[in-house]
Structures are given as structure tokens and as C-alpha cells.
């Protein structure tokens, strides 16, 4: 190969019969380099440098097209910012393939004649721009030292076929440019640099000046995701008393809380070792866990997992990036991830630590708030400076009429007493209690248990007086007494409701019925004692289910529970905590057999149906016995689905009502359209399946499958299709009830006909 630091052997090639010719060529090109330096020097960026020497090379080569690649030293590819002819703003490709890949790592020029019939040249980039290339002129850009930074690359000679001379030009134009584009691409490089440092700075100081913790974590995983061109990111924080490593947010996740052991999983392995792990390939390390995975649909490729550590160089945590963009994560992603972790996990213990005294600040004043006594402070100058909400209603004032006011200005005359009190117990720094003591309010007397308290602060520190004031009057006695009956919150809108509350009220409310499965055979086997011992056992950890999910127990009926949600409270989540209830009675009920099974004692079976309807609930009785209690058309049908388990194999159904407002996920299947006695619209009825596990039923997914499209074939009277979707179900899962319920019903249906008007309902013909 010719060398490109000289073009006399242009001149030797003409011979000396042209050598006036050859002057002037030799003279022509030596301004055409001259120029090149001069007209590239002239420019600033590098973008403006490379269309002008594409521009400049394919002029002077007379060629269709021209690009010019220069080499990323960080991600091995060559690029091109200008192609003429194209629309194409940015080409790139390994630096190891095709033609200008050759060139490249050879470091010598080609000339291509038929760029189809050499196995080197990619077809692609034509496919894509309907370009056609016929030749190629490929010359490597080397500077003075000999580095190659990249290659220049001409297409297609216009006029006749390229030549060694046309090589010799393109190679002494691209050296001549080669020290211009290498100082214009390392101040590029500088610049961009510079950049990303003082964007870096920007960021850090944008989520450092976030105080509170939640908006602190979305920007903290926000930046973390852009900064690292990545699809997902989490940052994890340790809860040190229940050693778990949690996250409330994650750029890419929906806003859930994740929690889990602190040394489990990569982010476990992170946390305990404190090194840094990069894994290019996910399923390919054995900590990896993809059960997540599985959970939420989305396929983790890479990770890249640093640890948090605080200035004391303390592990606070781990932030987890995933799935960077166009390959694995590189030595930089983990400096640059490991510096901003550095430099925000100050900023992410001081918002952590202000979520813990807010945290503290909305306990206490909840706690205040829920309070039935009533609860006053003063400051050191015994200045009222709080009430609670209790206090306020005992006092019967608003917040504007009490706060500020001197103790001994607002108690006076026949309450002094009061402030003769808070006046003792500041002197004395001792408590001071005082029992069925009387106040007068608004002229009216109210029986009060008060206690006067000094509030100490740090090295006995006095902080002012507290006073807890306890209302023992009639309506605080009866209150009591009721509580003992029946539930507070009960208590509490009877009396506060007066009769219209005993009278009876209509509200929507979900309805939960039990019952033990065969429990006659269970009192003939029991006799009287053992039957009684049982069923106290049964209630305890039933009701105790029911009250852990707020619900109001109704009564028993024998064996039966009835229990409801919404009532005399409602709250948004009523159906949820009904269904919670109800999986957390059957995940009971099996701990408590299994304890049976342990002292050889037989299991208790039940069902459970819910409901949610319009129910009316009030006093009902006579004026000897009275219960507050709800009925009504909902209760009737929650006590029906209950039943109605026996018929599908189930323990827990629930009506098309309370499955459509639940806002939570469940597993649940639809498994009948029916009629229930004394009635005649038909329901949906579903079942809840969350306290299976993979033994109890297995290939539960699948089998859900088959029961769906099985079903929706029945109802469109396919039944060999639907019977078929059913036996794969039962191939799955032997023991699947409403799979072998529906085969007997395709075969029966199938022997008989129901006719066109048929509409899929099934007809309940018992309670």
C-alpha cells in the first residue's frame, strides 16, 4: 500500500512526457489540502468539520455519496453525524464490521468495484434508505502519531471506476484533516464532559433539596433511570428493626411498597457485602430471584446494584438499575451510579428522618384526636396552647375560643378549682388527680375524672401542664355500659343518633355468612360438652379475624356466623376487608386443624358467602330484649352463596355485587350465572381462591385458564368444546369441583337440549 504522506507517485505513474500536467495536479492538490486545513480551522463544531470534508472529498472524487466515521472508544462503534444524500442524521455500527470495519482494523485503504459481490459489505443500511451502492473508496483517518480515529469513506464514482490515485487523494485529504478532527473531538469530548458534571451537580442538588421522603425516592430513581439510559430502577431502604430491605416507589413500577429480608436476592447480597454487583445477564446468576418477574409481566435482562452508604459510612441501603438500553451496564454506569448514591444518601437520611418525626408528630395528634378524653396543654406561662378534639365537645367551644387563653383567666368562679391545680402542680412539679370532680359547663354540671400533669422535657426540664379530662357523666356511664354489649362504634351512633338511629337506617354494606360443613355429624359425635367446647374455640379465632378486619360481628346462629362490613362505619375498603376476612377465617380455620389433627381430634370444615347490598340495620326486638342487628334482601343472598358452596366444591363465593367493587387483586374465577331461591334476576357468582397455595391447588393458573374458556363455550352451548377445556382443567387439577360439576351438566345438557332462548342461568332449587 502506498504511503498517504505523499502524492509524487502520482507524478511517476503520468510519465515525464506529462510532467507540466503533473505540476499543475501536484500544485491543484496541495491547495486542495491547504484548503482543507484552512476551511476546517475556519469551523467549530464537529459537525460543521465532517459535512465539510464529506462535502469536499466527494466533490473532488466525483462520487454520488460520502461519509466519514469516526470511532467511539467507549462503546467500539464508528459513527457518522452528516451523510449527503440521506436523511439520515447519525449512522453507527461496530467498529469491527463491514467495510469501513475492515478499513479500520486493517488500517489500510480499499477499493471496492462491486460492492455486492465482497461478503464484507452490509446490504441493510440500502434496504433501509433505497439507496443502491455500486463502488466503494474506503481510506482509514490517521494522525501524525499513526492512531487511526477513523475512516473516510466515498460511494458510486460518478465517471468511470476509482483509482489508486483517487485512494492517495482521499487518504491525504483525511490525514490532512486528521489533527483537526482529533482536537475538535477530544474539546467535544471535554465539553460534553463538563456537561453531564455540572447536570450531575444540578441533580444532585434538585433531589437533595427534597425533604419529603416518598417525592425524594421518585426523583432519587427518576434521575438514577435517565442518568443510566435504563428501562427500570428501585432504590431500596433498610428498616432496621425489621432487618427488611423496602421501597415505596420504583421508576418504571407502579407506586407500590416492596419488602423484603435484607439478604435475600441481589440487592440482599449488595446490602450485606456492601461490593458492588453488575450482572449482564440476569437468569444466568443463581441470586437471581424472577418470581418478581413472573409477578409483574416484565423481563429483567441486566442489573447494576450499588450500595447506599452514609457519610459515616454506614449502609443505609441499596439502588438496583435495570435493563440498560442497547447493551449491558459498563465500569462508567457504576461510577456514575455509585457517585450520585454518594452524594444523595445524606440528602435521603435527612428526609428519611423528617418522615420519622412526621411520622411521630401525625401519631401523636391522631392519637389526641381519637382520644375520648378530653386532653389540654399549657406552655411554661400557662398559656392553653392545644385541646383535642374531646376536650372541645366536653368544653362545647371551638379551638378559637380556648387557645391563648391564661388558665386562670378561662377557669374561674365555680371551675377555679381547675387553676388552682395547674397552679400546685407547676410549683410542685407533682401529678395531681382528682375523681368524680364536677365541672360547670355552660351552666349545665358535668361529672369529670381530671388529672393535672407536668410536662418534662429533657434534664427535667419544665415544658409546661398537660390536663386529661375524663367525662363520667350519665351519657359517659351509659356509654360504658352499652360497650360491654356490643360494639363501640355501635355505642357510639346509638348515642349519638338518639332514635333515629334506634329506629333504623338503609345503607349499603357487605354481608358476610358462615357455617360448619356437616356440623350435625360433629354434635352426635361431640355430645353437649364437647360440642359447646368446640364452638367457644371456633368463635375465638373466627371473631378474631373479624374484628383484625374491622368488621361488626351481627351474631350466631348455632354453628353460623354472621358478621358485616359497612355497618354502623363505612369505609371505602368495606368489600376488601370483607374478602380479607374471609381468607384469613379459612387460612385460620387450617392452622387450628392442624393443631386438632396434632391431638388426634377431627377437622372443622366451613363455607363462607358475601354479599353486598342495600341492607337496613336498627334495634329490633321488644321493649324486654332488643338487638341491633341488619336485614334484608343482601343478607338473604349472602346466606344463600354460603349454601351454595356445597354445590361447587367451594369455601368461599362471592356475589357479582361485592367482586365488582373490590379494589384490591385477588384469584378469583366466575363460576356460575344463577337463580337464587325466591328470587328471579339472576346473579354472578365468583370464587376466592387466595388461600390455596401450589399443593392445596395446583397448576392453579392453567386451570383457571381452562375454566374460563370452558365456560364461556357452555354458555355459548359448544359443549364437546366446553367439555373438553373442563377435562383439561381436571387433568391439571384432579380435585377441581366446578370443572367436574360442569361435566356433568355439558353431558346432560347435550342429552337434552335446553332450547335457543336458553341464556346460561342456573336455577338454585335449594336455600
Not at 102 to 119: K, M, N, S, T, W
Not at 188 to 216: H, P
Not at 586 to 599: H, S
Not at 626 to 646: F, H, Q, W
Request: hydrophobic share 40%; charged share 25%.
Amino acid at each position: 500500500m502506498r504511503s498517504s504522506a505523499t502524492i509524487t507517485p502520482i507524478i511517476q505513474a503520468t510519465g515525464a512526457t506529462a510532467l507540466s500536467d503533473d505540476e499543475r495536479q501536484r500544485l491543484r492538490q496541495a491547495e486542495l489540502l491547504l484548503a482543507v486545513s484552512q476551511k476546517l480551522a475556519a469551523l467549530e463544531t464537529l459537525d460543521e468539520m465532517l459535512e465539510m470534508l464529506i462535502s469536499i472529498t466527494t466533490t473532488e472524487l466525483g462520487a454520488e455519496r460520502g461519509t466519514l466515521f469516526l470511532n467511539d472508544i467507549e462503546t467500539g462503534e464508528l459513527y457518522s453525524r452528516i451523510a449527503l444524500g440521506s436523511q439520515t442524521r447519525e449512522i453507527r455500527l461496530m467498529n469491527t464490521e463491514g467495510i469501513a470495519g475492515a478499513v479500520f482494523h486493517a488500517g489500510e485503504g480499499l477499493i471496492i468495484e462491486d460492492a455486492y459481490a465482497d461478503e464484507r459489505f452490509n446490504q441493510e443500511v440500502d434496504l433501509q434508505t433505497g439507496f443502491k451502492t455500486k463502488s466503494i473508496l474506503c481510506a482509514p483517518i490517521r494522525t501524525a502519531r499513526g492512531e487511526i480515529i477513523g475512516v473516510a469513506q466515498t460511494l458510486n464514482k460518478i465517471e468511470g471506476a476509482y483509482t489508486d490515485a483517487d485512494l492517495l487523494l482521499l487518504e491525504a485529504m483525511a490525514t490532512q484533516a486528521a489533527l483537526t478532527l482529533q482536537s475538535s473531538i477530544s474539546f467535544e469530548r471535554m465539553k460534553k464532559a463538563r456537561e453531564q458534571e455540572l447536570k450531575f451537580l444540578d441533580v444532585v442538588a434538585d433531589v437533595t433539596s427534597e425533604i419529603e421522603l416518598n417525592s425524594m425516592l421518585q426523583k432519587v430513581m427518576g434521575e438514577a433511570t435517565a442518568m443510566l439510559n435504563a428501562e427500570r430502577s428501585t432504590l431500596f431502604l433498610n428498616d432496621e428493626k425489621a432487618n427488611e430491605l423496602w421501597s415505596s416507589v420504583g421508576a418504571g413500577l407502579d407506586a407500590i411498597e416492596i419488602r423484603f429480608p435484607n439478604h435475600l436476592g441481589i440487592a440482599g447480597a449488595v446490602f450485606v457485602s456492601g461490593d458492588t454487583i453488575n450482572i449482564p445477564h440476569a437468569y444466568a446468576d443463581l441470586r437471581f430471584n424472577p418470581a418478581f418477574d413472573k409477578q409483574t409481566g416484565f423481563f429483567t435482562r441486566s442489573i447494576l446494584c450499588v450500595p447506599v452508604v452514609n457519610k459515616d459510612g454506614k449502609k443505609i441501603g441499596v439502588t438496583q438499575v435495570l435493563n440498560k438500553r442497547g447493551g449491558p451496564f459498563s465500569d462508567e454506569d457504576e461510577q456514575r451510579l455509585k457517585a450520585f448514591t454518594a452524594q444523595v444518601s445524606i440528602g435521603l437520611e435527612n428526609a428519611s428522618l423528617f418522615k420519622d418525626v412526621q411520622n411521630i408528630k401525625n401519631y401523636n395528634e391522631s392519637m389526641l384526636h381519637s382520644m375520648s378524653n378530653g386532653v389540654i396543654t399549657l406552655d411554661e406561662e400557662g398559656k392553653i396552647v392545644t385541646c383535642n378534639a374531646a376536650g372541645l365537645k366536653i368544653f362545647h367551644v371551638t379551638e378559637e375560643e380556648i387557645l391563648d387563653q391564661p388558665a386562670t383567666e378561662y377557669f374561674i368562679d365555680r371551675n377555679a378549682w381547675v387553676a388552682e391545680k395547674i397552679t400546685r402542680v407547676a410549683e410542685t412539679h407533682e401529678p395531681d388527680i382528682s375523681i368524680d370532680a364536677e365541672l360547670i359547663i355552660n351552666d349545665e354540671k358535668a361529672s369529670v375524672n381530671l388529672t393535672v400533669l407536668p410536662l418534662v422535657g429533657e434534664e427535667d426540664s419544665v415544658l409546661g401542664t398537660m390536663l386529661m379530662i375524663e367525662d363520667i357523666s350519665s351519657e359517659k356511664r351509659m356509654k360504658s355500659t352499652m360497650s360491654r354489649y356490643m360494639d363501640p362504634g355501635v355505642a357510639d351512633q346509638l348515642l349519638a343518633g338518639g332514635e333515629d338511629v334506634l329506629g333504623g337506617q338503609s345503607k349499603a354494606a357487605t354481608v358476610l355468612f358462615s357455617d360448619i360443613q356437616g356440623f350435625t355429624s360433629l354434635t352426635e359425635e361431640l355430645g353437649a360438652q364437647g360440642t359447646v367446647s368446640l364452638l367457644n374455640e371456633y368463635f375465638t379465632v373466627m371473631v378474631e379475624c373479624i374484628e383484625n378486619a374491622e368488621g361488626m360481628l351481627d351474631k350466631f346462629i348455632g354453628d353460623a356466623i354472621m358478621a358485616c362490613f359497612g355497618i354502623p362505619l363505612a369505609r371505602d375498603d368495606d368489600e376488601d376487608r370483607a374478602v380479607q376476612c374471609a381468607i384469613a377465617m379459612i387460612t385460620e380455620l387450617d392452622k387450628w386443624n392442624t393443631e386438632r389433627g396434632d391431638k388426634g381430634l377431627n377437622p372443622v370444615n366451613m363455607r363462607i358467602g358475601l354479599n353486598t347490598d342495600e341492607v337496613v340495620s336498627g334495634n329490633i326486638g321488644s321493649p324486654r330484649r332488643m338487638d341491633y342487628t341488619i336485614i334484608g334482601d343482601g343478607v338473604n343472598l349472602a346466606a344463600r352463596l354460603e349454601s351454595g358452596c356445597k354445590q361447587y366444591g367451594a369455601r368461599i363465593m362471592i356475589s357479582e355485587y361485592t367482586h365488582a367493587k373490590l379494589r384490591g387483586t385477588y384469584r378469583t374465577r366466575e363460576v356460575d350465572r344463577v337463580v337464587v331461591q325466591g328470587k328471579t334476576e339472576p346473579v354472578g357468582i365468583h370464587e376466592v381462591l387466595d388461600y390455596h397455595d401450589d399443593e392445596t391447588f395446583p397448576n392453579m393458573p392453567d386451570v383457571l385458564g381452562s375454566f374460563r374458556d370452558g365456560l364461556a363455550a357452555y354458555r355459548e352451548m359448544r359443549w364437546a368444546d366446553a367439555r373438553d377445556c373442563f377435562q383439561r382443567g381436571i387433568s391439571l387439577n384432579p380435585q377441581d369441583a366446578p370443572c367436574k360439576l360442569y361435566i356433568d351438566r355439558c353431558d346432560h345438557l347435550e342429552a337434552n337440549p335446553p332450547g335457543d332462548s336458553w341464556d346460561g342461568v342456573w336455577v338454585m332449587t335449594s336455600k
